[in-house]
């Protein structure tokens, strides 16, 4: 016999909060409970402190998230004839709190349960005083009027199965559901003593993106409800003054009440976009309309397993764009994370399924409603490392050190092994009408070539050294030749080699001696080269390893690098201003891209150009996957 109650949470990144959670869950005085977890590609420590407390954890991609699908598909794996849902970062006042949501459930025509939640002191002003303010002290049915919260809800499961929730709704699903079980003549329960803190730590944009959203599904919900642009003006301004005195009565410091106009306003405007963002939804209806439903992408599954598939075409978000891709690089990262050997897939950061491919250019198929300065037909790249674009690196552009960073094609975002891709529109460039899309597709890793060179300051009276006449390398000795520095390539691979020969640039077969250089950069991957590249190199020496992935453990000396000054460098990905760089390269032809766009294949072939990049049959391999871009 299985549980009573099924308690679902869903996470995404809420390692901060979660521990917590479950501990309170276990200190219950209400037992009969099972614990499901619905996760949407957390890549902290979420999923490693859920394992700890239950083995009922089921993922649903981002691309496939919506509220209403990620509840259905916990109360699917359900067993208990009821369905607690709560918010992954909240935290019970008692061990009273599950008893005190199930118990109302003894009057079976009762459907839904949903407690009280109150703020924490970190939590915003305007925010606590709604708490406070929706959230009463006393418990009460309601028989008409719509209401509920998922983030301290509970549900009938059996009722659930014949009205699941609606997995269209950008939000507000809970009050959806609440409206419909009471037209069946269900009644919806507040219960005042089953109490959670609820802890939102939210950015100003995050608040006003969930009142957008939440709008959007107000005007679905309720399509004869008005709010005129007095209504909007007189809200903001009576909740400011109101949010202003409750502050000051209970204290709160000068930072948080400075911070109520931005927070109030944030969320009426939002509020106010999404009720009347109803007439943009057309444009997505049309595009769903227009392009076809389904096109072929590779999707690797699994370490080892992977398969030219039939998938959605994704739509985009209004501040989207989407990408008919024409041309996708072959990186040596592809094979990687196809093979499961990236310590992002081996540490868990990274999960599949996946689609691969970070080296792409494509034409603008739609823009989101929100997108400024790209329009359909425009022809886009786009960047590599997708921040979260409110911690402060992303604020500051750097959108590669952002820990929760998302990168295209390797962690937890499909990208250019398809035919069609989405990508936020801040992350993609137009391209100048002088570069051909095939040349476009080596915008990505020049540009992370550019961003890594700028580490080391290289000037003209350097000598620079690159190990690896791969790809990676031939574009780092070019951009040098370029800047005028005296460079030479080391390769074992004499073909390679002879591809450097027509920019007069110096090569060499064996590794050797390295103190002539006072620059390093390994664009190799390969783990052997470290220890060369340290303690062959010479005093003040600078050293890049710009290459992926370094899959193995390696001894090396480092004792050379204290004695006599040496520096090392990593790098990854890339900035804005290294693809405006990148781009002005290419357009103005300072770097020769012939034979990096020599050989392509179409994306059906993509084993066989993953056997010929092992093999090193070819220098540059561009999968083609949309026949009618070709030649732009």
């Given at each position: 016999?299985?549980?009573?109650?099924?308690?679902?949470?869903?996470?995404?990144?809420?390692?901060?909060?979660?521990g917590r959670l479950l501990d309170s869950i276990q200190r219950q005085t209400y037992k009969d409970w099972q614990i499901i977890l619905v996760d949407s590609g957390s890549i902290d420590t979420t999923l490693d402190i859920a394992k700890q407390y239950t083995s009922n954890i089921h993922h649903i991609s981002q691309e496939e998230f919506t509220f209403g699908r990620s509840l259905n598909l916990g109360c699917s794996h359900a067993q208990g004839r009821y369905i607690v849902l709560v918010s992954a970062h909240t935290y019970p006042l008692n061990n009273n709190w599950l008893s005190n949501l199930i118990r109302p459930f003894s009057d079976s025509s009762i459907a839904v349960v949903y407690g009280r939640q109150r703020g924490m002191e970190n939590s915003r002003v305007s925010e606590e005083r709604d708490l406070e303010r929706i959230f009463g002290v006393t418990s009460k049915i309601l028989i008409d009027e719509p209401s509920g919260h998922n983030g301290n809800a509970a549900i009938r499961r059996d009722i659930w199965l014949e009205e699941p929730f609606d997995e269209t709704l950008t939000g507000l699903e809970d009050l959806d559901w609440a409206r419909k079980?009471?037209?069946?003549?269900?009644?919806?329960?507040?219960?005042?003593?089953?109490?959670?803190?609820?802890?939102?730590?939210?950015?100003?944009?995050?608040?006003?993106?969930?009142?957008?959203?939440?709008?959007?599904?107000?005007?679905?919900?309720?399509?004869?409800?008005?709010?005129?642009?007095?209504?909007?003006?007189?809200?903001?301004?009576?909740?400011?003054?109101?949010?202003?005195?409750?502050?000051?009565?209970?204290?709160?410091?000068?930072?948080?009440?400075?911070?109520?106009?931005?927070?109030?306003?944030?969320?009426?405007?939002?509020?106010?976009?999404?009720?009347?963002?109803?007439?943009?939804?057309?444009?997505?209806?049309?595009?769903?309309?227009?392009?076809?439903?389904?096109?072929?992408?590779?999707?690797?599954?699994?370490?080892?397993?992977?398969?030219?598939?039939?998938?959605?075409?994704?739509?985009?978000?209004?501040?989207?764009?989407?990408?008919?891709?024409?041309?996708?690089?072959?990186?040596?990262?592809?094979?990687?994370?196809?093979?499961?050997?990236?310590?992002?897939?081996?540490?868990?950061?990274?999960?599949?399924?996946?689609?691969?491919?970070?080296?792409?250019?494509?034409?603008?198929?739609?823009?989101?409603?929100?997108?400024?300065?790209?329009?359909?037909?425009?022809?886009?790249?786009?960047?590599?490392?997708?921040?979260?674009?409110?911690?402060?690196?992303?604020?500051?552009?750097?959108?590669?050190?952002?820990?929760?960073?998302?990168?295209?094609?390797?962690?937890?975002?499909?990208?250019?092994?398809?035919?069609?891709?989405?990508?936020?529109?801040?992350?993609?460039?137009?391209?100048?009408?002088?570069?051909?899309?095939?040349?476009?597709?080596?915008?990505?890793?020049?540009?992370?070539?550019?961003?890594?060179?700028?580490?080391?300051?290289?000037?003209?009276?350097?000598?620079?050294?690159?190990?690896?006449?791969?790809?990676?390398?031939?574009?780092?000795?070019?951009?040098?030749?370029?800047?005028?520095?005296?460079?030479?390539?080391?390769?074992?691979?004499?073909?390679?080699?002879?591809?450097?020969?027509?920019?007069?640039?110096?090569?060499?077969?064996?590794?050797?001696?390295?103190?002539?250089?006072?620059?390093?950069?390994?664009?190799?991957?390969?783990?052997?080269?470290?220890?060369?590249?340290?303690?062959?190199?010479?005093?003040?020496?600078?050293?890049?390893?710009?290459?992926?992935?370094?899959?193995?453990?390696?001894?090396?000396?480092?004792?050379?690098?204290?004695?006599?000054?040496?520096?090392?460098?990593?790098?990854?990905?890339?900035?804005?201003?290294?693809?405006?760089?990148?781009?002005?390269?290419?357009?103005?032809?300072?770097?020769?891209?012939?034979?990096?766009?020599?050989?392509?294949?179409?994306?059906?072939?993509?084993?066989?150009?993953?056997?010929?990049?092992?093999?090193?049959?070819?220098?540059?391999?561009?999968?083609?996957?949309?026949?009618?871009?070709?030649?732009?």
């Amino acid at each position: 016999m299985g549980p009573e109650t099924s308690v679902i949470i869903r996470t995404l990144n809420e390692g901060k909060h979660l521990g917590r959670l479950l501990d309170s869950i276990q200190r219950q005085t209400y037992k009969d409970w099972q614990i499901i977890l619905v996760d949407s590609g957390s890549i902290d420590t979420t999923l490693d402190i859920a394992k700890q407390y239950t083995s009922n954890i089921h993922h649903i991609s981002q691309e496939e998230f919506t509220f209403g699908r990620s509840l259905n598909l916990g109360c699917s794996h359900a067993q208990g004839r009821y369905i607690v849902l709560v918010s992954a970062h909240t935290y019970p006042l008692n061990n009273n709190w599950l008893s005190n949501l199930i118990r109302p459930f003894s009057d079976s025509s009762i459907a839904v349960v949903y407690g009280r939640q109150r703020g924490m002191e970190n939590s915003r002003v305007s925010e606590e005083r709604d708490l406070e303010r929706i959230f009463g002290v006393t418990s009460k049915i309601l028989i008409d009027e719509p209401s509920g919260h998922n983030g301290n809800a509970a549900i009938r499961r059996d009722i659930w199965l014949e009205e699941p929730f609606d997995e269209t709704l950008t939000g507000l699903e809970d009050l959806d559901w609440a409206r419909k079980v009471q037209r069946r003549g269900f009644r919806v329960y507040y219960a005042a003593d089953a109490a959670l803190y609820h802890i939102h730590e939210e950015a100003i944009r995050q608040v006003h993106k969930r009142f957008f959203r939440e709008g959007i599904a107000h005007r679905r919900i309720f399509p004869g409800y008005r709010f005129e642009k007095i209504d909007l003006i007189k809200g903001v301004l009576y909740d400011i003054a109101a949010d202003c005195i409750y502050g000051i009565r209970r204290r709160k410091s000068l930072k948080k009440i400075l911070r109520i106009p931005l927070d109030r306003i944030a969320e009426y405007l939002g509020r106010w976009r999404g009720l009347y963002y109803h007439k943009r939804l057309s444009r997505e209806l049309l595009l769903k309309l227009y392009y076809p439903k389904h096109s072929e992408s590779v999707v690797i599954e699994a370490a080892g397993k992977h398969s030219l598939q039939e998938t959605e075409v994704p739509v985009p978000n209004p501040d989207e764009v989407l990408v008919q891709v024409a041309y996708v690089g072959v990186c040596a990262t592809d094979l990687e994370v196809a093979g499961g050997h990236l310590d992002y897939y081996r540490e868990g950061y990274a999960q599949y399924p996946i689609v691969p491919g970070h080296e792409y250019s494509g034409v603008v198929a739609e823009a989101g409603a929100d997108v400024v300065g790209l329009r359909k037909g425009d022809k886009v790249v786009g960047e590599c490392a997708i921040g979260c674009g409110e911690c402060p690196p992303c604020v500051s552009g750097e959108f590669y050190r952002c820990v929760t960073r998302k990168e295209v094609g390797v962690i937890n975002m499909n990208r250019a092994y398809a035919q069609y891709l989405k990508i936020p529109a801040r992350y993609a460039h137009k391209l100048p009408r002088g570069i051909l899309l095939k040349e476009a597709a080596l915008i990505e890793p020049l540009a992370v070539c550019i961003k890594g060179l700028r580490k080391l300051g290289i000037s003209r009276d350097n000598a620079a050294c690159v190990v690896g006449a791969g790809s990676l390398g031939n574009l780092c000795a070019q951009i040098l030749k370029h800047r005028g520095v005296d460079v030479t390539v080391i390769d074992r691979d004499e073909r390679r080699l002879r591809l450097l020969y027509k920019y007069d640039i110096n090569t060499r077969r064996e590794i050797g001696l390295m103190d002539g250089f006072d620059c390093l950069i390994d664009a190799t991957g390969n783990e052997e080269v470290i220890p060369h590249l340290i303690e062959k190199s010479g005093p003040s020496a600078k050293i890049l390893l710009l290459g992926l992935p370094y899959t193995r453990s390696v001894q090396v000396c480092f004792g050379s690098v204290p004695c006599y000054d040496k520096e090392i460098y990593g790098s990854i990905a890339s900035e804005h201003r290294d693809w405006e760089e990148a781009i002005q390269l290419v357009l103005n032809r300072s770097i020769n891209l012939d034979d990096h766009t020599a050989t392509i294949l179409p994306l059906k072939s993509y084993e066989v150009a993953w056997k010929a990049v092992r093999e090193r049959e070819h220098f540059k391999i561009l999968l083609s996957s949309n026949m009618d871009l070709e030649g732009l």
